[in-house]
C-alpha cells in the first residue's frame, strides 16, 4: 500500500489523501523440461532447468527462478506426452518480492516401453505325460520399482 498526500495545488485549497496497491509484475517461465525415459515402474519423473528463463523482469532487477527437480505422474504406464505434475516454483532474488509467476504451461514427457531382456520370464521344466501342458510362466523385472 503507497499513500499519497496533496496539499494545496495550484488554484486548490485544502488536503487529500489516498491510498494504492502496487501490484507484483507477472513473470511467465519458459524452458522448463522433463526428461523422456524408459518405463521404470515409477512415476518419478526427472526434470532440467538448463534451458528455464523468466520473461518479465525489470532491466536491473535480481530475480530468478527456484524450481524442483522432479516431477510426478499419475501413473508410471508407457505413454507419449504424458503430463507431469510439477511443485511449486519459487522465485528468490532480491527483487523476488515485486514478481509473481504466471501459471506454467504443461510439461510433459514421454515414457517408452522398456525392452524385454533376457531372466525376465521363467517357465518351469516339465515332465512329458503324452497330453498338451501349459507350464506357468512367471515375470519378473528387477529394474522397476
Known amino acids: 500500500m503507497v499513500t499519497v498526500t496533496a496539499t494545496g495545488l495550484g488554484d486548490y485549497t485544502g488536503k487529500l489523501t489516498a491510498t494504492y496497491s502496487i501490484a507484483p509484475a507477472m513473470l511467465t517461465v519458459s524452458g522448463l523440461r522433463a526428461v523422456d525415459r524408459a518405463y521404470d515402474g515409477t512415476t518419478k519423473v526427472d526434470l532440467t532447468t538448463a534451458d528455464a528463463y523468466l520473461t518479465g523482469i525489470v532491466e536491473g532487477d535480481e530475480v530468478s527462478l527456484q524450481a524442483a527437480s522432479t516431477g510426478t505422474l499419475y501413473s508410471p504406464y508407457a505413454r507419449e506426452g504424458k503430463i507431469v505434475q510439477i511443485g511449486a516454483a519459487q522465485l528468490q532474488g532480491a527483487a523476488a518480492s515485486e514478481y ?10 514421454n515414457i517408452t516401453h522398456k525392452p ?30
Open 100 to 109: 509473481s509467476l504466471e501459471p506454467m504451461e504443461p510439461v510433459t514427457v
Open 116 to 145: 524385454l531382456a533376457a531372466g525376465m520370464f521363467t517357465i518351469p521344466d516339465v515332465q512329458y505325460n503324452g497330453k498338451e501342458q501349459t507350464p506357468a510362466l512367471t515375470a519378473s523385472d528387477p529394474g522397476t520399482k
